[in-house]
């Protein structure tokens, strides 16, 4: 085992949505900053030219693969880069609504309050749409929260079927909203081109990639994480640090904490309260196909967003979640995600190639909350990690889906020279695989026997130990997840700085 001589202030482990904006955040800090990070450099290219290979040839999915409850193994969909999941996302950026924060009566049980509000991160949601070049409009959506400044960059049209959707849903009486997107020169904005790669010129700042965290040593009392283990290239290092910061995605952390466990902390590191890789949530999403009569480019990014049912539908009083247009087909993970959406549009346009079927169709992405249930988890059995998970609050995201039939029925109807009257709308629900809106499993609060980490992001246990992923999340929104966890990273970076000042 190789000791690395350095003594470092802070040492990030993850380059994702939350780890590579806290590395940004700290970068002028002037302290020496190690970030460990287990992928490497992705391709250099425009991220809309790679969406289909990444999907369609999967070369950017895990050659590991997790279990589910009945300990069958499955492969995840998730990436190990600089930048993490930013590398292969679409870039939607939409804060969390001000309820989100409260506690909600859902059809299935209540969406626990988080201990911050709204108040306490909406000038965080400002700063990161600031430094992901957010390009969107406070439009008429009822449910869009209070912002003390506007966009930093006006919203992007709509592709020219998309548009005749937006009419017509306005026409309907719903509120079609242009989705907040993080655009920069190179295409979407990831964690990569504005988190890591500004923070890097500070020079305070070392990045090890291929570095693999698999242990996290504490002192003899279990009070401070000592060191933080990593195989680089097959070797063993030892990293030491004043104060540790773990980013590995909300699965992957929790399983980091699990598989460290020790003489102090049996059940994992700061798993006093049993809760660290529980309370797992990733959303319930579904994708709906539209039929078309007229052709797209099939290479057009997600713009219109709907919240209409967000809160719920005149025959139904609990929340029904999200909707967003899928974006062109060759730039969105349909077909590869969810091959049942490709042979159900097979069926209605027998004899045409994927090219025909991508580009007369419009995709349509349904997003519902889940809630935190304990028996929803990630733990490692015989050093494997195992995501027991079942979906709950299914009725609210099937009525979503009925729901957004009726509406595309409608839109069939109005213009059927440019859709497909009387057509099917082929249904695909994501799988276990899919963990992209992945959160939950060390949840932050004040009360050490109800969560993992202190309203800083701080483990309850371990002093110097902290976790800036969607981990923190003690419920789900049925907005996509990233801008919070970018605007929870930034809060700790301040918090941290004032650590590292005192
Ligand atoms: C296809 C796709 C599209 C998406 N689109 C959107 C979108 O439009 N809008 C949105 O808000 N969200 C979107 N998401 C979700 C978004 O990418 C995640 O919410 C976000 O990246 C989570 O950030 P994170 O920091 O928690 O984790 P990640 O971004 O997953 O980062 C974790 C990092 O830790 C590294 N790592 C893991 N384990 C270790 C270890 N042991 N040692 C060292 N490094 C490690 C990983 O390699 C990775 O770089 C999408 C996700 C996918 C997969």
Known sequence: MI??????????????????????????????????????????ESSELEDVEVFRTGQYHLDEQWYDNAGEPFTPQTNYAVGGNTKIWYGVLMRMRERDFTAVQHQDGVSPAWELQYSDFE??????????????????????????????FAAIAHEPNVQVVADILTQQGLHPTP???????????????????PALKSGTITLKTNAQVFCLHTNESGTEVRAVQAKIDGQSYLFLGHLVVLSCGAM??????????????????????????RNLMKQLLSVVVQVTQATNSGQFPRTLGLNDFYWGNDDFPYPLGHVQNS??????????ESPPVLSGLARIFPGFGLRQLATRSLGWWLQTEDLPNEENRVRILND?????????????????????????????????QIFNRGSTHPRSDMPLSVVAHQCGTCRFGSDPATSVLDLNCRTHEVDNLYVVDSSFFPSNTSVSPSLTVMANALRVGDHLLQRLQG
């Open 384 to 416: 494997k990690l195992r995501v027991e998970y079942q979906p709950n609050n299914v009725e609210a995201h099937d009525r979503l889906v009925y729901r957004w039939f009726d509406v595309l029925k409608q839109v069939d109807t109005a213009q059927p």
């Open 179 to 197: 989705l907040p997107l993080g655009l920069g020169d190179q295409g979407r904005t990831d964690s990569e081109d504005t988190g890591i790669s």
């Open 252 to 277: 992957n952390s929790a399983a980091l904490l699990l598989r460290s466990a020790n003489e102090k902390h049996p059940n994992g590191i700061a798993n006093g309260s049993g809760l660290v890789g």
């Open 327 to 336: 974006g062109g087909i060759f730039q969105d993970v349909l077909f590869s």
């Open 123 to 152: 000038p965080y949601y400002t700063e990161a749409e600031s430094l992901y070049q957010v390009h969107g409009e406070l439009g008429d959506d009822q449910t869009e929260p209070f912002h003390s400044k506007d966009y930093p």
């Open 3 to 44: 000791v690395d001589d350095n003594f470092y202030d802070i040492i990030i482990v993850g380059t994702g949505a939350g780890g590579g904006t806290l590395a940004r955040k700290l970068a002028d800090s002037g302290k020496n900053i190690l970030v460990l990070e287990r992928g490497q450099y992705q391709v250099k």
